[in-house]
């Protein structure tokens, strides 16, 4: 969450000081049957993308199988451990444990010991298939933890989830659209990087308990090299003296396959403007494809105690482990959609649990804990945290997040499903516990969503103190010096004074600050002109209005990357799962076919909303009061759009804000920083609008040079927006209400 990389100085920082440093096609009615995989020695894999491909003269998009030996996970035979072995004394221990608790009842905190260092895998698989029917049979819940929203998040957020004691999963999301572009650059510049390196650093203290408490990990650390960041984990494992099973999930980096797509008629065109992607080819330096949560579920199934990822939606986190623990089959849609609501709940960390919450005064600030989903096997799931931490979770906090960072609530569209979110239904059940329910699923897309990531010039950024009085008139006057000096035209360049209008546009109001950041930022495929505009910035200390300091040094001139979403058939695209224990490694080729009833679009969605009747106001006296008064809201980013979700407070103020928030009144309330049209949703069920803001992030990424290039503080400035509301809806709608 994906951020959602809200600390991007923090990240960029991490960056700087890092570079210089068998295809078996699971049955549809249960996904707990074991897949058939086989020991192998450490080969590369089945070529790019877990496939290899046919010569000239086959159809360019048939992808060729390798021959994977056929055994099941009970046969699979591991190097034998001896008296000597490290862990051998755990080992003892976990079996005489395992043989008193085998035919006990399934009892939250009472499962057969995970992390048993040197049980063969087959044993545990069986094991753990086992457990599931247990809770399924007796509509236990599985209790997954979050611990990170983006890279740079709490590093003590792990352990705290972790030794909480009341957790079956942990899931870590790393991976923002920015975030990999930041770790591809890493990469180039170190081949031994392009990973977040963070996660290891958060799981060798907590390793011990994660193995020796049952607790299992799946984080999308892999980031763009999945394999390094599995070996750094090993490396730690060995330190320790522990050896759980370590998975990664791979196949989704496309890079190498690029040509080969475009070859065979997959234009790769961007999905805003439909230009091919043959028109930047020589600059693109990364291609992902979002992988989904079967690739997950199945190194779980086949043993796996932690799972790495590259690219993966960030509900797939979730759902992995809900369809390996519930048995969920791959055409169960509801289901399916349940738990990628779940997923959307828990992939943004805190902001489930208070963080960033328009009611920001009512949360406890203090050790804020990290949200907790409990999902039953029907896909019904408590949202709750740790007992003693700080935050809230309320009706509030999970509708804020359910709004963050979507466009149409019909059609959340991931690999596994598309989930319908109008009609879900969030519903307080006691202190720190929200239900959630309601999830619509409908059959998947036959496409998955590829991210690319092309050089787009150079840019730099600087900054510069500044005073009042006249704060305005220096402004303008030091950009003005600023742009003669340097006299010629770039591709995109921005000056503004942060602390006036710089985030909201015309939505601030029009009052003069006595002090303020000026901030100016150019973009030019000509490095040259940029170095030459961070060389001129400097100038300025001495030459211009008083009340100037320049602070932060010379603006650093860094490349430009852009972000290029595209579709790429599913049957292109296969997913392989790699599992490392010790010397011994288990590769897996996943199913290339779709999902069974895949569609080639997302299922009917719906007509954008229109305003009820004017009729259907309230009559009667009215009072002007800001927006906030009776909604709250949260705004995100997908590349270069913005989206800001709106909930109403009431039943009365859902009635109103449908007949007179539409889409020209968000256009006209924020003025040119709306750089496209802006659609508007409804999402009855959580009585809230969601409006996207079509190009209103200056590239988005990397590439904007907006302060605010992800919109992160566009919900606030919506809340300002005045409006005439009757009293009646007023007297209907407390001010803290939450719908």
């Known amino acids: 969450m994906r951020p959602r990389s809200m600390a991007i100085g923090k990240i960029w ?148 989830q972790v030794r909480s004691g009341t957790v079956d999963y942990v899931t870590l999301d790393f991976l923002a659209e920015i975030t990999m572009v930041i770790l591809q650059r890493q990469r180039a510049r170190n081949p031994s990087l392009g990973y977040a390196y963070d996660f290891v650093e958060m799981l060798a203290p907590v390793l011990a308990d994660v193995v020796h408490g049952r607790i299992r990990i799946v984080a999308n650390a892999g980031g763009v090299h999945v394999e390094a960041c599995r070996d750094r984990i090993a490396a730690v494992c060995r330190e320790q003296g522990l050896a759980p099973a370590i998975a990664i999930v791979c196949g989704d980096d496309l890079l190498a396959r690029v040509d080969e797509l475009l070859a065979a008629g997959v234009p790769l065109a961007h999905l805003d403007d439909g230009r091919p992607l043959a028109t930047v080819r020589d600059r693109v330096v990364a291609a992902n494809a979002y992988l989904g949560a079967r690739p997950i579920a199945q190194a779980l199934a086949a043993g796996a105690d932690i799972v790495v990822t590259g690219r993966t939606t960030d509900a797939a986190l979730t759902l992995g482990p809900l369809v390996h623990e519930l048995g969920w089959a791959s055409n169960d849609w509801d289901r399916l959609a349940a738990g990628t609501v779940a997923g959307h709940v828990l992939e943004c960390g805190a902001q489930a649990t208070g963080g960033n919450l328009t009611d920001w005064q009512r949360t406890a600030p203090l050790d804020v804990g990290y949200p907790v989903a409990e999902v039953a096997a029907d896909g019904g799931f408590v949202v709750t945290k740790p007992a003693g931490s700080g935050g809230r979770v309320s009706r509030a906090t999970v509708t804020e997040q359910l709004l963050y960072e979507i466009a149409d609530p019909a059609a959340y569209l991931t690999p596994d499903v598309s989930a319908d979110f109008r009609h879900l239904d969030v519903r307080a059940a006691g202190a720190d516990r929200v239900i959630v329910s309601g999830a619509r699923g409908r059959p998947p897309t036959d496409t998955l969503k590829v991210t690319v990531v092309y050089r787009d010039g150079w840019r730099a950024v600087g900054y510069a103190l500044l005073s009042g009085p006249d704060i305005l008139a220096k402004a303008e006057r030091l950009a003005a010096m600023l742009w003669h000096r340097l006299g010629t035209d770039f591709t995109d360049r921005r000056a503004e004074l942060v602390g006036y209008r710089s985030c909201w546009g015309a939505a601030a109001p029009d009052v003069e600050p006595n002090e303020g950041i000026f901030r100016a930022a150019v973009r030019d495929p000509d490095r040259t002109k940029v170095e030459r505009f961070a060389h001129t910035l400097l100038g300025f200390a001495l030459q211009g209005p008083p009340g100037l300091g320049v602070f932060g040094g010379r603006p650093e001139v860094q490349e430009a990357y852009a972000y290029w979403p595209a579709l790429v058939p599913r049957d292109l695209v296969r997913p392989r799962v790699e599992i490392v224990r010790g010397d011994a490694r288990v590769v897996d080729q996943l199913p290339a076919a779709p999902p069974d009833g895949a569609t080639s679009v997302g299922g009917e969605r719906e007509t954008r909303g229109e305003p ?122 407390p001010p803290d209400g939450e719908g």
Not at 71 to 90: E, H, I, V
Not at 640 to 661: E, K, Q, Y
Not at 675 to 683: D, I, K, M, Q
Request: proline letters at 7%; aromatic letters at 4%; charged letters at 25%.
């Open 13 to 160: 920082r991490s960056a700087q000081q890092a570079g210089s440093s068998k295809s078996v096609r699971p049955s549809p009615s249960s996904s707990t049957q074991l897949p058939q995989i086989s020991a192998v020695a450490c080969t590369p894999a089945f070529g790019e993308g877990g496939a290899c491909w046919a010569s000239a003269g086959r159809a360019a998009r048939t992808p060729v199988t390798p021959t994977v030996r056929a055994s099941t996970m009970r046969t699979l035979s591991l190097p034998p451990r001896t008296a000597k072995s490290k862990g051998y004394a755990r080992e003892q221990e976990c079996q005489a444990a395992e043989a008193a608790r085998r035919d006990a009842p399934f009892v939250h905190g009472r499962k057969p010991l995970r992390g048993c260092p040197n049980r063969g895998r087959g044993e545990v698989a069986a094991s753990r298939a086992s457990d599931v029917r247990s809770r399924a049979g007796m509509g236990d819940r599985v209790r997954i933890a979050n611990a990170s929203g983006y890279w740079g998040d709490d590093p003590e957020a792990l352990a705290r």
């Open 612 to 733: 009820a009747a004017a009729a259907a106001i309230a009559a009667g006296p009215r009072r002007r009061v800001p927006l906030r008064r009776i909604a709250y809201a949260r705004s995100g980013d997908k590349g270069d759009h913005a989206n800001i979700g709106v909930a109403a407070r009431s039943p009365a103020a859902f009635a109103f804000l449908r007949a007179v928030l539409d889409a020209d009144r968000i256009r006209g309330h924020f003025g040119d920083r709306c750089g496209g049209p802006v659609e508007r949703y409804e999402l009855p069920g959580l009585r809230a609008l969601n409006f996207v803001l079509r190009h209103a992030l200056g590239g988005g990424g990397t590439v904007s040079l907006r302060a605010d290039h992800q919109g992160k503080t566009l919900a606030q400035g919506l809340l300002t927006l005045a409006l005439d509301v009757p009293e009646a809806v007023l007297a209907a709608t």
